[in-house]
């Protein structure tokens, strides 16, 4: 690295472009400071974790309920059934 880049806070997108545009990465960079990179390893370790499917009897109910509770909260049932089953852990 030759110099450290400082990156401003940017009112918008025009203004970021602009900045890019503006400077030159030599100026900071050397090659040996890059690292390949790997998009499938990348996306492996940061995506969102993996579901299974799991089949339960519940009562109607309390399906009835939630179903309830989901439309007033304008989001769909089994979404907040999970989210409330996970917070419950």
Request: glycine fraction near 2%; charged fraction near 30%; charge should be positive.
């Amino acid at each position: 690295m030759k110099k450290r880049l400082i990156v401003p806070k940017f009112k918008n997108e025009d203004e970021e472009h602009d900045f890019w545009v503006s400077i030159d990465l030599s100026d900071y960079f050397v090659p040996s400071d890059f690292k390949p990179f790997n998009l499938e390893q990348f996306l492996k370790e940061h995506s969102e974790p993996k579901t299974t499917r799991v089949t339960i009897r519940i009562p109607t109910t309390v399906v009835k309920s939630y179903k309830q509770r989901a439309s007033e909260l304008d989001v769909p049932y089994q979404s907040l059934m999970k989210q409330q089953l996970s917070k419950g852990l």
